[in-house]
């Protein structure tokens, strides 16, 4: 199996460019965002509680997440591998992955990582705010908490992934399809 990580801050076009990833390569695609959101809309205690932290622009707690990625490795079949969006964002989380696939003597293949300057996420967010009215979208205070948590938490794993041999950096400007035949260009190496 393979195991693609889709990296990158908020707003970068993860889940824009997940789509065909996916289905070029017949991966299942996981985003933990859109899985905590599901949980939110359902009205779970794992959603009620992980709520009041994404509303701040804060994550919810790596055994949350780590829970949610093990029960898909275990339930989906027929797929060529895994495309993890938004998934490990601290480094707590990229060594539970590493101890999940290692189970099965497997690693992660690839991270490709989706780069726009911060004064971009803000932009990109507020016009998706129009359209999608997204709870964490709603304010420039909770969209600039979100980029602070992207810089503190999660960028560390560009040299965790980096010294691994594994960090691949795609330029996130440009058109929607400019950005996915540079990403397509990257996966197709692997
Ligand atoms: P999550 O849902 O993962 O949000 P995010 O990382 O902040 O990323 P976004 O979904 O905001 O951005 P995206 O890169 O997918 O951009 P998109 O394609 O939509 O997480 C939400 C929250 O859940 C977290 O803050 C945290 O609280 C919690 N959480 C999730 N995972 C967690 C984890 N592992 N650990 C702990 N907590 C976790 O694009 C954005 C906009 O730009 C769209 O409108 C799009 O149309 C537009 N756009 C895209 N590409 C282009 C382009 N090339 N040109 C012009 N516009 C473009
Ligand atoms: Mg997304």
Redesign the pocket.
């Known amino acids: 199996m393979k195991y693609y990580i889709l990296f990158?801050p908020?707003?970068?076009?993860?889940?824009?460019?997940a789509t065909a990833m996916v289905e070029k390569y017949n991966l299942h695609h996981i985003?933990?965002?859109?899985l905590?959101?599901k949980e939110i809309a359902a009205g779970t205690e794992l959603g009620l509680q992980?709520k009041a932290?994404?509303e701040k622009?804060?994550?919810?707690p790596?055994e949350v997440?780590e829970g949610m990625i093990e029960s898909e490795f275990n339930s989906v079949k027929g797929v060529d591998g895994f495309l993890l969006?938004?998934?490990?964002?601290?480094l707590p989380?990229a060594d539970a992955l590493d101890a999940m696939l290692a189970k099965t003597s497997e690693e992660v293949t690839a991270t490709v990582s989706?780069m726009i300057p911060d004064e971009m996420i803000m932009e990109?967010?507020k016009?998706?705010a129009l359209?999608e009215g997204r709870a964490?979208d709603a304010s420039e205070d909770i969209i600039n908490n979100?980029i602070a948590?992207y810089h503190n938490q999660t960028e560390p794993l560009i040299e965790y992934y980096t010294e691994k041999g594994k960090y691949n950096e795609i330029d996130?400007i440009?058109?929607?399809e400019e950005?996915r035949n540079r990403i397509f260009a990257v996966m197709d190496e692997f």
Do not use: H, M, N
């Open positions: 990158g908020p707003g970068a076009g993860k889940g824009t460019q985003s933990t965002g859109a905590l959101r992980a932290l994404i622009g804060c994550l919810v790596d997440v969006d938004g998934f490990p964002r601290t989380q989706i990109r967010i016009g998706r359209k964490d979100r948590t996130g440009g058109t929607i950005v």
